[in-house]
């Protein structure tokens, strides 16, 4: 089975550009959760999604969002980007809804000049 | 509000030895879980074990286990017989409440030879 994959997996940007990334689930997985990951403040959860419906919300501001699609497919798109957006941004999924296993992706490394 | 907590930015310790990795934790939930993941260089994010806060029995999973201090709120982790594959960044999580999972800052773990 294959694992959740994630595109792009690297992104240099300007400061004000927007950006989009994409995650592909596992098949079968309905449940989508997106983390920004920096050095210093370790993972910090920003979303998930569920049968397309953003169920839980972190807190970032809301140049952060994100939707999902029929097919368990997430994409998080950041606005008017900023130096402090520069991260690591995982996603994860797992099979629904509760504190099961979430399978991670390999991260879309985001750098913000 | 919840918090996770990891006071060990980075630990070393010498293959076959035992370490322990401490988690500290903060939620009023009464239903809540703990999770230990692995993060090992340039490699995805897996699930090293997992604790459901109303049973009693430590988790354990192979060389893994936890000691879990309900009333102290603390969850560490104890890898025994520590191998070089065992190098990585370890986060502890808490699953509850609105924001499904709060991570700690992570703590980096290296085996050496």
């Known amino acids: 089975k294959a694992g959740v994959t994630q595109t792009p997996r690297y992104l240099i940007k300007t400061r004000g550009q927007q950006v989009t990334l994409s995650c592909s689930p596992i098949?079968?997985?309905?449940?989508v959760s997106w983390y920004q990951q920096t050095p210093g403040q370790g993972l910090q959860f920003l979303f998930e999604?569920?049968?397309?419906?953003?169920?839980n919300k972190g807190n970032f501001p809301g140049r952060f969002s994100g939707r999902q699609f029929s097919n368990s497919r997430s994409e998080m798109n950041v606005s008017t980007l900023e130096l402090g957006d520069s991260a690591l941004y995982l996603c994860?999924?797992?099979?629904?809804?509760?504190?099961?296993?979430?399978?991670f992706g390999p991260g879309t490394r985001l750098t913000v000049l | 509000a919840q918090t996770v907590t990891q006071s060990q930015p980075e630990m070393s310790v010498q293959e076959a030895e035992t370490v322990t990795l401490s988690c500290t934790y903060d939620?009023?939930?009464?239903?809540?879980?703990l999770f230990w993941y692995k993060q090992p260089p340039s490699r995805q994010m897996i699930l090293v074990i997992r604790?459901?806060?109303?049973?009693?029995q430590n988790a354990t999973e192979n060389r893994f286990s936890v000691n879990f201090q309900k009333a102290a709120k603390s969850f560490s982790l104890k890898i025994s017989d520590s191998q070089l594959g065992d190098t990585a960044m370890y986060f502890c999580?808490?699953?509850?409440?609105?924001?499904?999972?709060?991570f700690g800052t992570g703590t980096r773990l290296k085996v050496l030879a």
């Open positions: 994860a999924s797992s099979l629904g809804l509760g504190y099961n296993e979430q399978f």
């Open positions: 098949s079968g997985h309905r449940s």
């Open positions: 999604y569920f049968s397309e419906t953003q169920r």
């Open positions: 939620t009023s939930e009464s239903n809540y879980y």
């Open positions: 604790q459901e806060a109303y049973k009693q």
């Open positions: 999580a808490l699953g509850s409440g609105t924001y499904k999972y709060i």
